[in-house]
Structures are given as structure tokens and as C-alpha cells.
């Protein structure tokens, strides 16, 4: 019997994945799976479409719009799932930075006052062989939903992780505040602390993305199911 993929999530794997990440302040859930060519979002500009070109707003995929699940991530207002540690950037400055020159449009459509899902992990195995990158994605499974929760797991951590350290900076910030004498010193402090929790961030982000990649490359070759090389819908 041949598998066929459904665009919506079953109930049960949503479920399990809300046991381990929960729920945010709104009630929804912290993370969830999504299909990527169904997982959109509304941006502003200037548009071609059958070789005419208009202005507005429209619908464009949040990710590469290639049929594969992906791992979503709720972050809250103005926060970005790559920079967790960066302050959150306020709706006045989202939408001075993110207006179109041309059009007068948000390039990046409404604020999201509510928070945002965004792409913490695409469901696809990425491998090189005889020189040719091979890109694979994968069904849904129980096993492939288990494979997930340590990767959701270390996400949180960062998470908390990166809210700890901005505290620390904020408060390392307001003691700079005694004295102007070290003023120059602490900005150049600064800096490069900014600089190390980023390369600390990244380097938390390759592996746990390498981990998963080798994970599911691994499952791959030892079950005939993902040798198919029928196109996943």
C-alpha cells in the first residue's frame, strides 16, 4: 500500500509534541509541524505575476515551498528564533526598517503582537554522494515524531538559556551607568560579548540541526520505506 502524506498534522503527533513543549501565554502550542507548501505568510511590495507587475500584499511560503514537514517555533513579539538573545524589536522600528522604499507597503507584512511561528527545523535529510546533493524528505511516523523531542528540548534550553544571558547583559548595563570614566571601556565589553553569545548560539543551532540530519539519514538507509524514490505529497 502506497504511503500518502496528509497537508494537516494527525491529532496525535501534534499531541505528544504538545506534551513536551506545551503551551504559550495565548494558549497555543509552543511548537508545531506544519507542511511547507501550505505555510505561508503576508508580505507587501511590488509583485510579478504572467509578466505584469502590481503592487500590495499577498500570501508567500514561509519556507522553500518544496513538500516537506516542518518543525515550527511560536517566539514572542518582535523576537527572532535565530537571535533569542537580542532584545525584541519594537512595532515602531519593524515597521520604519521594513517598509518598502517604492511602494510605501510593509515588506514584512503586520507586526506580530501576538508572536510568530517560525522555522526551528525543516523535516528534510541533506547528503552528499559521488559528488550529487541529495535532498530527502521524510513522512511522518512515531518514531520520526520521538526523534524530535530531544531536538525540541535543546531549542527550549537555548531559549532560556539566551533570556538568562540577556538579563545579565541588561544589568551588567545599568552598573556600567555609575561611572562615565569607564564608559568607552564597557561599550568595547560589550561588543564583544554580544559577538561570543552569537557564536554561541550558532554553534548550539549546527548541531543540534547535525545531530538531527545524521539522525535521519541514518533511519533512512536502515528502513526500505524512505529508499522510495517517489516524489512525497
Sequence with gaps: MQHVERLEVANHYQERINQVAGFNRY????????????ETTRQGGEWEADGDQFQGYRDV?????????MLMQWVDSGKCIEMPHLLPQSDKSFYRENQCPKTGLQLLGEYPYQGSYQIALPLVAKWYEKGKLNIRAFPLSTEIIEMMVPVIKASMTITV???LRAMKEAKEAEDAEYTKQVDDLYRSVKRKESLASTAWLEDKQRSIEKH??????????????FQSQQRVR
Design 212 to 225: 538531527f540530519n545524521s539522525a535521519l539519514i541514518a533511519r533512512m538507509y536502515r528502513d526500505r520505506v
Design 161 to 163: 538559556e539566551a533570556k
Design 61 to 69: 511560503y514561509k519556507g522553500d515551498g518544496l513538500p516537506h514537514w
Design 27 to 38: 494558549g497555543k502550542s509552543h511548537f508545531r509541524l506544519s507542511w511547507a507548501q501550505t
